[in-house]
């Protein structure tokens, strides 16, 4: 258990000293974010502001995460690679985006099929390595079964696997993207369903089927392949957003960027798929589902009938144009955002309580 304490502690210091540094150095370099000129007039003072600083609580996790192996003498899993491979891959995806938009004063980056076609590449990657590398048990990262609080009957074999777990990718990656449209937002969400997912993994772990001996009820232990180092992986996340959280707070020094959003996004979806708590997801990182929905309504509403349900869309900014205040929204969905957490996470105990 002292490899979650040093890696969540780890990639805290790390960002809190780092990001600073960071911060500097793209300065110095004039990789200040670029403002579309239809979004919240508010938003204009941010322009110049740093991007890419979701640089930082990357290599952060990393870091982390292999040092809290060294101190502690424990071993890397597949799983932990595999959720530390799809974050890098979704942050170097993000990472061209705000570059092109930076460098070639482009607003919207990439070329939309070239973005896709880098998620599809990264995902595709993950889901295709996941249903590989059994341990003993015969259990792989990934399960083609589909799961809540853990899988349950239907399974839908491989192909259909990596359709879902695409879905799943691309839509918390885009989901975090769309969040992070005021400053700490997206971060501090996200510090929030990455702490849930260190409680999941421990008490899997703790209840988990390799130990079905020492259970009062091996009948309701989770067959997950690497539970607790799932922990230790979202406890370096939950450290290293935490102290970009105090740099990227209301005024923001600086902003994740898409580097920092799909990098986030795809850690989201690989610890929900790993640890087989994929439907799960949905409540735990209910924040993200409700500003994604706010977007898909907009679209569709204005499609369909020409009308517009909200003044703009993603939901953060149509609150800006009600008046409301950059941090009384933020604080106002960070609330949201932990009644999505406490729900999901009495789910998660009342499902396993259930088969007790």
């Not at 919240?40 to 292999?66: D, N």
């Not at 990227?248 to 898409?258: E, R, Y």
């Not at 679209?299 to 149509?318: D, E, N, Y």
């Amino acid at each position: 258990m002292n490899q979650i304490l040093f890696a969540g502690v780890i990639g805290l210091f790390l960002t809190l000293v780092g990001t600073p540094l960071l911060i500097k150095l793209l300065a110095r370099r004039g990789y200040g974010q670029y403002i579309r000129d239809d979004g919240p007039r508010e938003h204009h003072s941010k322009r110049g502001t740093p991007t890419m600083g979701g640089i930082a609580f990357i290599l952060a996790t990393i870091v982390a995460y292999f040092l809290s192996k060294v101190i502690t003498g424990k071993p890397v899993t597949f799983s932990g690679l595999l959720v530390l491979g799809l974050m890098t891959g979704m942050g170097l995806v993000g990472f061209l985006d705000d570059y092109i938009k930076i460098v070639k004063r482009r607003s919207l980056g990439l070329r939309a099929k070239a973005k896709m076609a880098g998620q599809l590449i990264v995902g595709i990657s993950f889901a295709v390595l996941a249903l590989m590398f059994a341990d003993n048990r015969g259990n792989t990262p990934a399960s083609t079964k589909l799961s809540f609080v853990t899988d349950f009957g239907w399974t839908i074999g491989p192909v259909l696997f990596v359709v879902w777990a695409l879905f799943m990718i691309l839509a918390m990656s885009n989901g975090v993207n769309l969040t992070d449209g005021l400053d700490g937002l997206a971060t501090g969400a996200s510090v929030m369903v990455f702490g849930a997912y260190t409680f999941i993994g421990v008490w899997q772990f703790q209840e988990s089927c390799a130990n079905a001996q020492t259970l009062t009820n091996p009948a309701a232990c989770f067959e997950v392949r690497d539970p607790l180092d799932l922990a230790v992986v979202s406890a370096a996340l939950m450290g290293a957003c935490f102290g970009f959280l105090w740099w990227n707070t209301s005024p923001a020094k600086v902003f994740m960027g898409d580097t920092g959003s799909l990098a986030l996004g795809g850690a989201l979806a690989g610890l929900a798929i790993c640890s087989r708590t994929e439907l799960l997801l949905a409540l735990l990182g209910g924040l993200f589902v409700l500003i994604t929905m706010s977007v898909v309504i907009q679209v569709g509403s204005f499609r369909l009938t020409g009308k517009r349900v909200f003044r703009m869309a993603p939901l953060q900014h149509h609150f800006e144009l009600k008046g409301w205040s950059e941090v009384l929204i933020v604080v106002r969905f960070w609330i949201i955002q932990g009644m999505c957490v406490i729900v999901g996470l009495g789910v998660f105990y009342a499902g396993w309580a259930a088969d007790k």
